[in-house]
């Protein structure tokens, strides 16, 4: 809202608050565009721009339409292979950049060996899903339940043994979107052992 001379941001609803703003140069001009920041799924619909002068009124209607291509889906791990020792525990990095909240998000953690998938931990409806692990990584894999509102899905793997090393996998999912990273655990707690035993 344009009113007694300046932008009124206090009467914004909080949806567009930080996000929609007038071309300020341009409203000497008679200039009223509305530039809308970061479009969300939930925008689309049709939008009316009224103008009251005195004792006439006039009105413009435009409509947006948000192709899903439009959503942002974005997931980055640690882009480098990790390594641990046996019996130590490893955090495995996924994070998530997206509009989509973590409530309408599916994350799964799988383990790609050479013949099968493995899954190491999923979220789904809005939490974890412990039951759903593979019973070689079930009660030693967890989510920093905390961190989950900031779109960090990172894997906390617990007690390394020596079948851990492998690649993994992060795919998020969100309605039509799909994007994962993937991190490889590198295990140098035998060859540390052997060096050690050597000395």
């Known amino acids: 809202m344009f009113q007694d001379g300046e932008t009124q941001t206090g009467v914004q ?29 939930e925008d689309e619909g049709q939008y009316t721009c009224t103008v009251h002068s005195q004792e006439e009124t006039g009105e413009t209607k435009v409509e947006i339409k948000v192709d899903g291509v439009g959503e942002r889906l974005r997931v980055s791990g640690s882009n480098r292979s990790m390594s641990a020792s046996v019996g130590e525990d490893v955090t495995l990095s996924c994070s998530v950049d997206s509009h ?13 060996d050479e013949d099968e998938d493995i899954v190491v931990l999923l979220y789904q409806n809005n939490e974890a ?6 019973e070689r990584y079930r009660d030693r894999v967890e989510f920093f339940t905390d961190e989950i509102p900031k779109g960090n899905f990172s894997l906390r793997l617990k007690s390394v043994r020596t079948e851990d090393k492998g690649v993994y996998m992060c795919e ?8 994962n990273t993937t991190v490889e655990l590198e295990r140098l707690g035998e060859y540390m052992d052997e060096y050690i035993n050597t000395l």
């Open 172 to 179: 998020v999912f969100a309605g039509g979107l799909s994007a």
């Open 129 to 134: 899903s412990p039951e759903a692990s593979d």
């Open 100 to 112: 989509i909240t973590p409530e309408d998000l599916e994350v799964s953690w799988m383990k790609t």
């Open 13 to 41: 609803q909080e949806d567009y608050q930080d996000r929609a703003h007038f071309f300020t140069e341009e409203i000497q001009r008679g200039n009223f565009s509305l530039h809308l920041d970061n479009l969300r799924t």
